[in-house]
């Protein structure tokens, strides 16, 4: 089987090209995910500020729990 060289080196460039345009996409993967994470972040921060226990009753005494 013989493969001439200008196949081969289009496999070479192709080949990059497609690592190149993967790396890309992870990147911007990234930057969505951490953005998707600090603002689910601070949105349950300012949601569970203050959220007092229970005075009484048998539920909600011991554990505060935002579900």
Known sequence: MEVSPATLVDGVVQNRSDQVTQQ??????KKAMDAQSSTAAALLN?????LPLATEGALGTQVNALV
């Open 46 to 50: 300012s949601v569970a500020g203050s």
């Open 24 to 29: 890309v996409q992870i990147h911007v993967m």
